[in-house]
């Protein structure tokens, strides 16, 4: 399922109804579902900041009523954190520094909107960022809270050192040395508990703790109140208590300390290869990944993949494949050095956590594992095997993300090596650049592999049911496109190039999505079934004045009825678009096709574009069907779209829907279908039993 970006509430002053809907236009192409309000008076902006929570303020300079000042007071007055940035005429230095002053964040000229998106992005992240301090800030109070009481009732022996005496002791530990109470054994320094003999290796210990990443333990005998004594471990860690920094002392009994060490190999290895495991492999990395933060660490992560082991483990088996599996493990071992961890992460990924670094040295070890593997015979009994891997790296530094982001950047940095030109198949080693996978930095290489996926015929269409909650039994589905690479892996659109802003590209595209799912509904339809399509097209395809004509041609060769088709443009491509759109959906019409309308609710006035578009359907963009779960303001909002939508006698769609929970919602709304992972998730068959839902 994808993940969407939170929705950005965004208010806006500004005379221009147009210009407004181009402001919120170009956030929504950003990335962001957008809903906007454009404030109109005083009374409007009071009511507007104290009934809903706002995530940006866009305001023009306007000689009115209603200036900027006002609106930044009006914020200030209600204590509302809300980014505001200013478009102003006449800019300069001056005009600025006042306004930032006055509490705006920052300040452009009106024609500057490709910065705007940008400084918008930084202003709603750091919004969110400080909505999640907050939230952390709760959520960390709790967790102390929820701590203590853990240390309270742990039967683990726990207490914390401060310069020598004892601040806390849960009550395993006043009754392991048989104190009555916490009191007396505050009175008792650490060195007093510790019998003679030990004490100097206890001095020792405590004076090389300083800071919170030391650790240390020690075999020692201890003595309990009545002063006999008795032999513990005692585990020294940092920690802090009560915002103090101090010592975490635990006791245990002392244990075999050779079969301790067996359970702990077992619990951390992976039994087929006897490298590291997965578990213990991200352990590892969260202590190199905090200690890089301090600047006391740095390293790398090596991704390693054994490319096309699908077909590989299809062709050997499961016996086979493993056997080559542990003999990768053998290979790795014989390339890292001592230092290096090695682990096995999944069936047929392995990975590298190198501490101590630089970038030409793990470059040069990426390029050291790739040979090896390359070079090195493999055996399946009396068969012999060659196997590549594909690998990414990626640097620990200073500026590390957090674990999970680590992982998911060492994975498409292993990914990114079949994008390659040269390396379709794999075998290469990529060293994660950001710059390669940011939006808009698209290059020749992407664009190659999109061609070349399309020239191999390595698109693919999945089928989703949409269910009408009116029991009218009809059959329909949405198809949506996939790519498939190089190891038969799906990829969504949203993870490759965005091929919407490439014409040429995009129109192919359109064109093969649109053939295919003519022959798979003509199959489909021959069978019984009364099903129709809704086919998802590009803003580029609305100005192909040739497509109505190449549609015509294609719908009477398959023998399929205009009206088994339902074309679906989003809002924001026919509002840029909308005289081309409108005479799009005119030829359509034509030729008895239907129009969807998709994404919609997001634009300033959006029941204007469907004055303009003749669209039998309407699809409700996804962000609503999260907000209706959570608001009574938006499932209110939700009912009368639907209502309005009804009485221009269009058909209403809710996507996205998870769960039962929001059924009855969707319903007492009036809604007319309703699509998501809850009915069925895209398939490869229109195989949907539509009388289920009768």
Same mark, same amino acid.
């Given at each position: 399922?994808?993940?969407?970006?939170?929705?950005?509430?965004? @208010?806006?002053?500004?005379?221009?109804?147009?210009? !407004?809907?181009?402001?919120?236009?170009?956030?929504?192409?950003?990335?962001?579902?957008?809903?906007?309000? /454009?404030?109109?008076?005083?009374?409007?902006?009071?009511?507007?900041?104290? =009934?809903?929570?706002?995530?940006?303020?866009?305001?023009?300079e306007v000689d009115e009523e209603l200036t900027f000042t006002a609106c930044l007071e009006e914020i200030r007055r209600q204590d509302k954190d809300i980014p505001f940035i200013l478009l102003a005429d006449g800019f300069d230095e001056e005009k600025t520094i006042a306004a930032m002053k006055a509490g705006a964040r920052d300040v452009l000229p009106p024609s500057a909107l490709p910065r705007l998106?940008?400084? !918008?992005? /930084?202003?709603?992240?750091?919004?969110?960022?400080?909505?999640?301090? $907050?939230?952390?800030?709760?959520?960390?109070?709790?967790?102390?809270?929820?701590?203590?009481?853990?240390?309270?009732? $742990? /039967?683990?022996? &726990?207490?914390?050192?401060?310069?020598?005496?004892? &601040?806390?002791?849960?009550? =395993?530990?006043?009754?392991?040395?048989?104190?009555?109470?916490?009191?007396?054994? *505050?009175?008792?320094?650490? *060195?007093? &508990?510790?019998? $003679? +003999?030990?004490?100097?290796?206890? +001095?020792?210990? @405590?004076?090389?703790?300083?800071d919170q990443d030391t650790e240390a333990t020690l075999n020692c005998k201890v003595r309990k109140s009545d002063d006999a004594e008795f032999d513990v471990v005692l585990s020294f860690s940092g920690a802090t208590y009560d915002g103090e920094s101090c010592i975490q002392l635990i006791a245990r009994p002392q244990v075999d300390s050779e079969l301790e060490e067996k359970l702990k190999r077992f619990s951390s290895e992976d039994l087929l290869t006897g490298l590291f495991n997965k578990q213990h492999f991200t352990e590892q990395l969260d202590d190199l990944r905090e200690k890089a933060l301090d600047n006391k660490a740095k390293g790398a992560i090596f991704y390693i993949e054994i490319d096309h082991f699908s077909a590989i483990r299809q062709q050997y088996a499961i016996t086979g494949s493993d056997q080559l599996l542990a003999e990768t493990a053998n290979v790795l071992r014989g390339v890292c050095g001592k230092e290096d961890l090695l682990a096995r992460l999944a069936d047929n990924t392995f990975a590298v956590l190198s501490p101590q670094i630089e970038e030409k040295q793990a470059a040069e070890l990426g390029e050291k594992i790739r040979k090896a593997m390359e070079?090195?015979?493999?055996?399946?009994?009396?068969?012999?095997? #060659?196997?590549?891997?594909?690998?990414? %790296?990626?640097?620990?530094?200073?500026?590390?993300?957090p674990t999970k982001e680590l992982l998911e950047r060492s994975h498409k940095a292993c990914s990114h090596v079949r994008s390659l030109p040269d390396k379709k198949n794999g075998n290469g080693v990529y060293l994660y650049n950001a710059l390669d996978f940011e939006a808009g930095g698209r290059n020749e290489d992407l664009l190659a592999m999109l061609q070349q996926a399309l020239d191999d015929n390595r698109f693919k269409l999945l089928f989703q049911p949409v269910i009408s909650l009116r029991g009218e039994g009809e059959e329909h589905y949405e198809t949506f496109l996939r790519m498939v690479n190089n190891d038969g892996k799906e990829i969504s659109p949203i993870e490759f190039l965005p091929v919407e802003e490439v014409e040429p590209l995009a129109l192919k595209l359109d064109r093969w999505v649109v053939l295919q799912n003519i022959k798979s509904l003509a199959s489909h339809r021959s069978k019984g079934h009364e099903t129709r399509l809704f086919i998802n097209l590009t803003h580029h395809t609305l100005a192909d004045t040739a497509f109505v004509e190449w549609l015509a041609t294609a719908l009477k060769a398959a023998k399929l009825p205009g009206d088994s088709l339902i074309f679906q443009?989003?809002?924001?491509?026919?509002?840029?678009?909308?005289?081309?759109?409108?005479?799009?959906?005119?030829?359509? !019409?034509?030729?008895?096709?239907?129009?969807?309308?998709?994404?919609?609710?997001?634009? @300033?006035?959006?029941?204007?574009?469907?004055?303009?578009?003749?669209?039998?359907?309407?699809?409700?963009?996804?962000?609503? =069907?999260?907000?209706? #779960?959570?608001?009574?303001? !938006?499932?209110?909002?939700? +009912?009368? *779209?639907? =209502?309005?939508?009804?009485?221009?006698? /269009?058909?209403? %769609?809710?996507?996205?829907?998870?769960?039962?929970?929001?059924?009855?919602?969707?319903? #007492?709304a009036g809604v007319d279908y309703i699509q998501g992972y809850y009915l069925q998730a895209p398939t490869t068959e229109m195989n949907y039993d539509f009388s289920e839902s009768d």
């Amino acid at each position: 399922m994808q993940k969407k970006n939170p929705t950005l509430h965004l @208010l806006l002053l500004d005379p221009s109804q147009n210009d !407004a809907e181009q402001v919120v236009s170009l956030l929504r192409n950003a990335g962001h579902a957008t809903r906007a309000h /454009r404030v109109t008076s005083i009374e409007d902006l009071e009511e507007s900041l104290s =009934t809903q929570t706002w995530d940006l303020f866009i305001a023009k300079e306007v000689d009115e009523e209603l200036t900027f000042t006002a609106c930044l007071e009006e914020i200030r007055r209600q204590d509302k954190d809300i980014p505001f940035i200013l478009l102003a005429d006449g800019f300069d230095e001056e005009k600025t520094i006042a306004a930032m002053k006055a509490g705006a964040r920052d300040v452009l000229p009106p024609s500057a909107l490709p910065r705007l998106v940008l400084i !918008a992005k /930084r202003e709603f992240a750091g919004l969110e960022d400080r909505r999640r301090r $907050s939230r952390l800030e709760g959520y960390i109070k709790e967790a102390e809270k929820r701590c203590q009481l853990l240390l309270d009732s $742990s /039967r683990d022996a &726990i207490a914390y050192v401060g310069e020598g005496m004892h &601040i806390y002791a849960n009550h =395993t530990y006043l009754e392991l040395f048989q104190y009555e109470d916490v009191d007396e054994m *505050m009175c008792v320094p650490l *060195m007093d &508990i510790v019998a $003679s +003999k030990d004490q100097d290796a206890l +001095k020792d210990i @405590l004076k090389s703790f300083n800071d919170q990443d030391t650790e240390a333990t020690l075999n020692c005998k201890v003595r309990k109140s009545d002063d006999a004594e008795f032999d513990v471990v005692l585990s020294f860690s940092g920690a802090t208590y009560d915002g103090e920094s101090c010592i975490q002392l635990i006791a245990r009994p002392q244990v075999d300390s050779e079969l301790e060490e067996k359970l702990k190999r077992f619990s951390s290895e992976d039994l087929l290869t006897g490298l590291f495991n997965k578990q213990h492999f991200t352990e590892q990395l969260d202590d190199l990944r905090e200690k890089a933060l301090d600047n006391k660490a740095k390293g790398a992560i090596f991704y390693i993949e054994i490319d096309h082991f699908s077909a590989i483990r299809q062709q050997y088996a499961i016996t086979g494949s493993d056997q080559l599996l542990a003999e990768t493990a053998n290979v790795l071992r014989g390339v890292c050095g001592k230092e290096d961890l090695l682990a096995r992460l999944a069936d047929n990924t392995f990975a590298v956590l190198s501490p101590q670094i630089e970038e030409k040295q793990a470059a040069e070890l990426g390029e050291k594992i790739r040979k090896a593997m390359e070079e090195h015979v493999f055996s399946v009994g009396a068969k012999s095997v #060659q196997l590549t891997t594909s690998i990414g %790296i990626v640097r620990i530094n200073e500026n590390v993300p957090p674990t999970k982001e680590l992982l998911e950047r060492s994975h498409k940095a292993c990914s990114h090596v079949r994008s390659l030109p040269d390396k379709k198949n794999g075998n290469g080693v990529y060293l994660y650049n950001a710059l390669d996978f940011e939006a808009g930095g698209r290059n020749e290489d992407l664009l190659a592999m999109l061609q070349q996926a399309l020239d191999d015929n390595r698109f693919k269409l999945l089928f989703q049911p949409v269910i009408s909650l009116r029991g009218e039994g009809e059959e329909h589905y949405e198809t949506f496109l996939r790519m498939v690479n190089n190891d038969g892996k799906e990829i969504s659109p949203i993870e490759f190039l965005p091929v919407e802003e490439v014409e040429p590209l995009a129109l192919k595209l359109d064109r093969w999505v649109v053939l295919q799912n003519i022959k798979s509904l003509a199959s489909h339809r021959s069978k019984g079934h009364e099903t129709r399509l809704f086919i998802n097209l590009t803003h580029h395809t609305l100005a192909d004045t040739a497509f109505v004509e190449w549609l015509a041609t294609a719908l009477k060769a398959a023998k399929l009825p205009g009206d088994s088709l339902i074309f679906q443009v989003t809002e924001d491509g026919a509002i840029q678009h909308l005289k081309q759109a409108k005479d799009f959906c005119d030829g359509l !019409a034509a030729l008895g096709c239907k129009v969807s309308l998709s994404k919609f609710g997001c634009a @300033l006035n959006p029941f204007n574009t469907l004055k303009h578009i003749n669209a039998q359907y309407v699809k409700v963009d996804g962000s609503f =069907t999260d907000e209706i #779960q959570r608001s009574d303001e !938006a499932r209110e909002n939700l +009912k009368a *779209m639907v =209502t309005e939508l009804r009485g221009q006698k /269009r058909k209403s %769609i809710i996507p996205l829907v998870e769960s039962a929970a929001i059924l009855s919602t969707l319903w #007492q709304a009036g809604v007319d279908y309703i699509q998501g992972y809850y009915l069925q998730a895209p398939t490869t068959e229109m195989n949907y039993d539509f009388s289920e839902s009768d």
